[in-house]
Nanobody, 111 residues
């Protein structure tokens, strides 16, 4: 069992930056796929970024995904934020056949 806890969300002005963190309850950074998703009000949850234990990453151009295995933490650096980036952001870990989700952190981009 793994518990994921997101943090770092908040209110930011358009054009600003935020760094989200997702800390795991135990070491999981071997043979994994980690991801960030987001869900805006009234919309479906969508994939934002992924990173694998092999080092492959995939993300929206303004965002960067990374990990710190020593801290059991996944990050999402978000730059040049726009109002349409407003959503609850969730992290997900896939370890073999199992998936774990955090409870999310709210990001609001508004002036």
């Amino acid at each position: 069992q793994v518990t994921l806890v997101e943090s770092g969300g908040g209110l930011v002005q358009p054009g600003g930056s935020l760094r989200l963190s997702c800390t795991a309850s135990r070491s999981i950074f071997s043979n994994y796929v980690m991801a960030w998703y987001r869900q805006a009000p009234g919309k479906q949850r969508e994939l934002v970024a992924t990173i694998t234990s092999g080092g492959s990453t995939n993300y929206i151009g303004r965002f960067t995904i990374s990990t710190d295995s020593a801290k059991n933490t996944l990050y999402l650096q978000m730059n040049s934020l726009r109002p349409e980036d407003t959503a609850v952001y969730y992290c997900k870990a896939r370890l073999g056949p199992l998936e774990y989700w955090g409870r999310g952190t709210q990001v609001t981009v508004s002036s």
